[in-house]
DNA sequence: AGCTCACATGAGACTCAATATCAATAAAGA
DNA sequence: TCTTTATTGATATTGAGTCTCATGTGAGCT
Protein backbone atom coordinates (compact mmCIF):
# COMPACT_ATOMS: atom_id res chain seq x y z
CA UNK A 1 0.00 0.00 0.00
CA UNK A 2 1.63 3.48 -0.96
CA UNK A 3 2.21 6.03 1.40
CA UNK A 4 -0.97 7.86 0.37
CA UNK A 5 -3.62 5.28 0.01
CA UNK A 6 -2.60 4.60 4.04
CA UNK A 7 -3.13 8.40 4.46
CA UNK A 8 -6.43 8.29 2.61
CA UNK A 9 -7.09 5.24 4.94
CA UNK A 10 -6.05 6.77 8.38
CA UNK A 11 -8.01 9.72 7.62
CA UNK A 12 -11.32 7.77 6.85
CA UNK A 13 -11.02 6.06 9.36
CA UNK A 14 -11.00 8.97 11.61
CA UNK A 15 -14.29 10.26 9.74
CA UNK A 16 -12.17 13.01 7.58
CA UNK A 17 -12.03 14.07 4.21
CA UNK A 18 -9.51 13.40 2.35
CA UNK A 19 -8.24 16.55 1.04
CA UNK A 20 -5.64 17.98 -1.46
CA UNK A 21 -4.20 19.76 1.26
CA UNK A 22 -3.59 17.31 3.54
CA UNK A 23 -2.31 15.26 1.04
CA UNK A 24 0.21 18.16 0.32
CA UNK A 25 1.67 19.08 3.94
CA UNK A 26 1.78 15.51 4.36
CA UNK A 27 4.04 14.69 1.18
CA UNK A 28 6.07 17.93 1.65
CA UNK A 29 6.92 16.50 5.27
CA UNK A 30 8.06 13.32 3.73
CA UNK A 31 9.79 15.50 0.76
CA UNK A 32 12.11 17.35 3.15
CA UNK A 33 13.13 15.02 5.08
CA UNK A 34 14.49 15.77 8.85
CA UNK A 35 12.79 17.74 11.35
CA UNK A 36 10.43 20.83 10.78
CA UNK A 37 8.35 23.30 12.15
CA UNK A 38 5.27 24.11 10.85
CA UNK A 39 6.04 27.49 9.39
CA UNK A 40 8.48 25.58 7.41
CA UNK A 41 6.35 23.70 5.89
CA UNK A 42 3.88 26.26 4.98
CA UNK A 43 6.70 28.47 3.78
CA UNK A 44 8.10 25.63 1.46
CA UNK A 45 4.31 24.79 0.27
CA UNK A 46 3.99 28.76 -0.81
CA UNK A 47 7.27 28.82 -2.52
CA UNK A 48 5.82 26.29 -4.65
CA UNK A 49 3.25 28.56 -5.46
CA UNK A 50 0.40 26.33 -3.33
CA UNK A 51 -2.57 27.21 -2.27
CA UNK A 52 -2.99 26.44 1.35
CA UNK A 53 -2.93 28.48 4.58
CA UNK A 54 -0.88 28.34 7.78
CA UNK A 55 -4.05 27.54 9.43
CA UNK A 56 -4.24 24.36 7.69
CA UNK A 57 -1.24 23.39 8.09
CA UNK A 58 -1.60 23.50 11.70
CA UNK A 59 -4.52 21.24 11.43
CA UNK A 60 -3.53 18.99 9.50
CA UNK A 61 0.26 18.65 11.03
CA UNK A 62 -1.93 17.87 14.45
CA UNK A 63 -4.09 15.23 12.54
CA UNK A 64 -1.24 13.29 11.65
CA UNK A 65 0.13 13.24 14.65
CA UNK A 66 -2.17 12.38 16.09
CA UNK A 67 -2.76 9.44 13.91
CA UNK A 68 1.21 8.53 14.32
CA UNK A 69 1.76 8.75 10.32
CA UNK A 70 4.38 11.57 12.18
CA UNK A 71 6.12 12.03 15.40
CA UNK A 72 6.08 15.11 17.02
CA UNK A 73 9.77 16.94 18.56
CA UNK A 74 9.81 20.05 20.85
CA UNK A 75 13.65 20.47 22.08
CA UNK A 76 12.52 23.71 24.27
CA UNK A 77 12.75 26.52 21.57
CA UNK A 78 9.36 27.12 22.04
CA UNK A 79 8.66 25.68 18.61
CA UNK A 80 7.46 22.14 17.73
CA UNK A 81 9.10 19.82 15.25
CA UNK A 82 7.69 17.23 12.76
CA UNK A 83 9.07 14.36 10.96
CA UNK A 84 7.58 11.92 8.82
CA UNK A 85 7.73 8.35 9.78
CA UNK A 86 8.38 6.51 6.92
CA UNK A 87 8.02 2.72 7.00
CA UNK A 88 10.65 0.72 8.65
CA UNK A 89 11.85 3.93 10.94
CA UNK A 90 11.26 2.54 14.30
CA UNK A 91 11.19 4.67 17.40
CA UNK A 92 14.42 6.58 18.26
CA UNK A 93 15.24 9.66 20.59
CA UNK A 94 17.02 12.48 19.72
CA UNK A 95 20.28 13.83 20.27
CA UNK A 96 20.76 17.79 19.87
CA UNK A 97 23.76 20.32 20.03
CA UNK A 98 23.81 23.12 22.24
CA UNK A 99 26.18 24.38 19.74
CA UNK A 100 25.49 23.85 16.14
CA UNK A 101 21.63 23.02 16.94
CA UNK A 102 21.74 19.67 15.21
CA UNK A 103 20.00 16.97 15.53
CA UNK A 104 20.94 13.06 15.75
CA UNK A 105 18.63 10.32 16.44
CA UNK A 106 19.63 7.51 18.12
CA UNK A 107 18.35 4.47 19.69
CA UNK A 108 18.96 1.77 22.45
CA UNK A 109 17.24 -1.45 23.73
CA UNK A 110 18.60 -1.45 27.42
CA UNK A 111 17.07 1.88 27.74
CA UNK A 112 13.87 1.48 26.51
CA UNK A 113 13.60 -1.40 28.47
CA UNK A 114 14.85 0.42 31.82
CA UNK A 115 12.50 2.69 31.10
CA UNK A 116 9.32 0.36 30.96
CA UNK A 117 10.87 -1.00 34.33
CA UNK A 118 10.56 2.15 35.91
CA UNK A 119 6.86 3.51 35.24
CA UNK A 120 6.40 -0.36 36.16
CA UNK A 121 7.88 -0.07 39.50
CA UNK A 122 6.15 2.94 40.54
CA UNK A 123 2.43 1.03 39.18
CA UNK A 124 2.35 2.52 36.27
CA UNK A 125 2.34 1.80 32.31
CA UNK A 126 4.22 3.24 30.34
CA UNK A 127 2.19 5.61 27.78
CA UNK A 128 4.98 7.45 25.73
CA UNK A 129 8.40 8.82 26.46
CA UNK A 130 10.29 12.22 25.77
CA UNK A 131 14.17 11.57 25.96
CA UNK A 132 16.21 14.31 24.39
CA UNK A 133 20.31 14.91 25.28
CA UNK A 134 21.92 18.15 24.66
CA UNK A 135 25.23 17.51 23.74
CA UNK A 136 28.15 19.63 22.07
CA UNK A 137 30.83 18.26 19.94
CA UNK A 138 34.20 16.80 22.10
CA UNK B 1 24.59 28.42 55.59
CA UNK B 2 21.02 29.49 55.25
CA UNK B 3 19.17 29.24 51.59
CA UNK B 4 19.36 32.78 51.74
CA UNK B 5 22.48 33.50 52.47
CA UNK B 6 23.01 31.12 49.48
CA UNK B 7 21.25 33.07 46.96
CA UNK B 8 22.88 36.30 48.87
CA UNK B 9 26.50 35.17 47.60
CA UNK B 10 24.81 33.49 44.18
CA UNK B 11 23.70 36.71 43.36
CA UNK B 12 27.03 38.48 44.01
CA UNK B 13 29.20 35.97 42.14
CA UNK B 14 27.14 37.04 39.01
CA UNK B 15 27.29 40.65 39.87
CA UNK B 16 23.10 40.57 40.83
CA UNK B 17 22.07 42.93 43.59
CA UNK B 18 20.19 41.30 46.67
CA UNK B 19 16.93 42.28 46.75
CA UNK B 20 13.12 42.04 48.27
CA UNK B 21 11.81 40.69 45.04
CA UNK B 22 14.25 37.78 44.15
CA UNK B 23 14.16 36.76 48.00
CA UNK B 24 10.68 36.37 47.63
CA UNK B 25 10.62 34.30 44.63
CA UNK B 26 13.16 32.02 45.68
CA UNK B 27 11.45 31.72 49.08
CA UNK B 28 8.13 31.36 47.86
CA UNK B 29 9.14 28.46 45.29
CA UNK B 30 10.65 26.80 48.14
CA UNK B 31 7.34 27.10 50.85
CA UNK B 32 4.99 25.96 47.49
CA UNK B 33 6.88 23.17 47.19
CA UNK B 34 6.40 20.84 44.08
CA UNK B 35 6.01 22.23 40.67
CA UNK B 36 5.12 25.37 39.50
CA UNK B 37 4.72 27.81 36.68
CA UNK B 38 5.62 31.60 36.83
CA UNK B 39 2.10 32.72 36.68
CA UNK B 40 1.11 30.22 39.71
CA UNK B 41 4.33 31.72 41.73
CA UNK B 42 2.98 35.38 40.62
CA UNK B 43 -0.43 35.09 42.05
CA UNK B 44 0.82 33.04 45.25
CA UNK B 45 2.61 36.49 45.68
CA UNK B 46 0.03 38.53 44.43
CA UNK B 47 -2.62 36.68 46.67
CA UNK B 48 -0.18 37.29 50.11
CA UNK B 49 -0.57 41.40 48.79
CA UNK B 50 3.12 41.17 47.80
CA UNK B 51 4.43 44.13 45.62
CA UNK B 52 5.77 42.38 42.97
CA UNK B 53 5.17 42.09 39.13
CA UNK B 54 5.52 39.48 36.42
CA UNK B 55 8.32 40.63 34.83
CA UNK B 56 10.31 40.38 37.96
CA UNK B 57 9.26 36.77 38.93
CA UNK B 58 9.60 35.53 35.30
CA UNK B 59 13.20 37.84 35.60
CA UNK B 60 13.93 36.05 38.91
CA UNK B 61 13.32 32.57 37.88
CA UNK B 62 15.56 32.79 34.99
CA UNK B 63 18.50 33.66 37.28
CA UNK B 64 17.59 31.44 39.70
CA UNK B 65 17.52 28.29 37.23
CA UNK B 66 20.64 29.86 35.00
CA UNK B 67 22.77 29.39 38.78
CA UNK B 68 21.37 26.06 39.47
CA UNK B 69 18.87 27.31 42.33
CA UNK B 70 16.13 26.04 40.92
CA UNK B 71 15.08 23.28 38.18
CA UNK B 72 12.84 23.52 34.87
CA UNK B 73 10.32 21.45 33.96
CA UNK B 74 8.46 21.34 30.17
CA UNK B 75 6.15 18.90 30.41
CA UNK B 76 5.40 19.76 26.44
CA UNK B 77 1.71 21.27 27.28
CA UNK B 78 3.61 25.31 27.09
CA UNK B 79 3.81 26.01 30.33
CA UNK B 80 7.61 26.26 31.62
CA UNK B 81 7.67 24.71 35.31
CA UNK B 82 10.01 24.95 38.14
CA UNK B 83 10.87 23.63 41.14
CA UNK B 84 13.30 24.45 44.02
CA UNK B 85 16.53 22.11 44.46
CA UNK B 86 16.96 21.91 47.81
CA UNK B 87 20.34 20.20 49.77
CA UNK B 88 19.79 17.00 49.21
CA UNK B 89 17.59 17.34 46.41
CA UNK B 90 19.99 15.41 43.89
CA UNK B 91 19.22 14.99 40.09
CA UNK B 92 16.14 13.48 39.26
CA UNK B 93 13.79 12.94 35.91
CA UNK B 94 9.79 12.88 35.78
CA UNK B 95 6.79 10.92 35.20
CA UNK B 96 3.68 12.46 34.37
CA UNK B 97 0.49 10.95 34.48
CA UNK B 98 -1.56 11.66 31.61
CA UNK B 99 -5.03 11.18 33.27
CA UNK B 100 -4.21 13.21 36.43
CA UNK B 101 -1.08 15.45 35.70
CA UNK B 102 0.72 13.99 38.50
CA UNK B 103 4.28 14.59 38.48
CA UNK B 104 6.50 11.78 40.08
CA UNK B 105 10.01 12.01 40.50
CA UNK B 106 12.69 9.05 39.40
CA UNK B 107 16.34 8.16 39.60
CA UNK B 108 17.80 5.41 37.92
CA UNK B 109 21.80 5.47 37.93
CA UNK B 110 21.84 2.88 34.89
CA UNK B 111 20.08 5.13 32.88
CA UNK B 112 22.46 8.18 33.64
CA UNK B 113 25.04 6.13 33.00
CA UNK B 114 23.60 4.87 29.39
CA UNK B 115 23.18 8.54 28.50
CA UNK B 116 26.73 9.38 29.07
CA UNK B 117 27.84 6.16 26.72
CA UNK B 118 25.57 7.23 24.01
CA UNK B 119 26.52 10.64 23.33
CA UNK B 120 30.18 9.61 24.08
CA UNK B 121 30.08 6.98 21.39
CA UNK B 122 28.28 9.32 19.10
CA UNK B 123 31.43 11.80 19.28
CA UNK B 124 29.75 14.35 21.88
CA UNK B 125 29.79 15.43 25.53
CA UNK B 126 26.20 15.19 27.46
CA UNK B 127 25.72 18.61 28.94
CA UNK B 128 22.15 17.68 29.95
CA UNK B 129 18.87 15.83 29.81
CA UNK B 130 15.45 16.38 29.06
CA UNK B 131 13.83 12.87 30.12
CA UNK B 132 9.92 12.29 31.01
CA UNK B 133 7.67 9.20 30.90
CA UNK B 134 4.30 9.71 30.39
CA UNK B 135 2.44 7.23 31.79
CA UNK B 136 -0.87 6.09 33.20
CA UNK B 137 -1.99 3.96 36.10
CA UNK B 138 -2.09 0.43 35.96
C1' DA C 1 24.17 58.69 57.86
C1' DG C 2 23.91 60.67 53.40
C1' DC C 3 25.26 60.64 48.40
C1' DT C 4 25.57 58.57 44.04
C1' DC C 5 24.56 55.86 40.24
C1' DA C 6 24.32 51.62 37.96
C1' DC C 7 21.34 47.98 38.34
C1' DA C 8 16.51 46.48 39.33
C1' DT C 9 11.70 47.08 39.16
C1' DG C 10 6.84 47.75 37.41
C1' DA C 11 3.42 48.67 34.01
C1' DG C 12 2.30 47.89 29.89
C1' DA C 13 3.57 47.29 25.01
C1' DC C 14 5.14 43.79 22.17
C1' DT C 15 6.41 39.13 20.00
C1' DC C 16 5.37 34.97 18.11
C1' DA C 17 3.64 30.24 17.94
C1' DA C 18 -0.54 28.34 18.01
C1' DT C 19 -5.72 28.32 18.16
C1' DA C 20 -10.44 30.02 17.31
C1' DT C 21 -13.93 32.23 14.33
C1' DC C 22 -16.81 32.13 10.52
C1' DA C 23 -18.18 32.86 5.77
C1' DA C 24 -17.09 30.59 1.60
C1' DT C 25 -15.71 26.23 -0.54
C1' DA C 26 -15.53 21.55 -1.88
C1' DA C 27 -15.46 16.24 -0.68
C1' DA C 28 -18.29 12.29 -1.22
C1' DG C 29 -22.37 9.65 -0.85
C1' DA C 30 -27.16 9.53 -2.84
C1' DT D 1 -25.85 16.38 -10.44
C1' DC D 2 -27.41 17.61 -5.92
C1' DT D 3 -27.04 18.04 -1.00
C1' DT D 4 -24.96 17.79 3.18
C1' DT D 5 -21.46 18.71 6.10
C1' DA D 6 -16.56 18.79 6.92
C1' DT D 7 -12.76 21.76 5.39
C1' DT D 8 -10.47 25.75 4.09
C1' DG D 9 -8.53 30.55 4.22
C1' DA D 10 -8.19 35.07 6.05
C1' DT D 11 -7.96 37.11 10.00
C1' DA D 12 -8.69 37.90 14.90
C1' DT D 13 -7.43 36.17 19.27
C1' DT D 14 -4.95 33.89 22.85
C1' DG D 15 -1.30 33.27 26.04
C1' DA D 16 3.41 32.53 27.58
C1' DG D 17 7.22 35.00 27.66
C1' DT D 18 10.21 39.20 26.53
C1' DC D 19 11.28 44.06 25.92
C1' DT D 20 11.14 49.06 26.96
C1' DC D 21 11.86 52.78 29.64
C1' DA D 22 10.80 55.92 33.33
C1' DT D 23 11.17 55.46 38.18
C1' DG D 24 13.03 53.31 42.28
C1' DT D 25 16.60 51.41 45.23
C1' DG D 26 20.80 48.42 46.86
C1' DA D 27 25.24 49.05 48.26
C1' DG D 28 29.72 50.97 47.93
C1' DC D 29 31.95 55.30 49.19
C1' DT D 30 32.80 59.27 51.95
Known amino acids: MD ?3 KLKQIL ?18 RNMGGHHDCEEIYD ?4 KGTRVSRAT ?3 TIE ?3 RNGLIRKL ?6 ARYEAKEDG ?12 GD ?11 LQEEIAEKHGYELVRHVHQLFVKKK
Open 63 to 65: VLA
Open 44 to 47: ELKG
Open 3 to 5: TNT
Open 74 to 79: EVGDGV
Open 89 to 100: NHHHDHMICIET
Open 12 to 29: RNEGFRYTPQRQMVWNEL
Open 103 to 113: IIEFYNEELER
Open 57 to 59: VYR
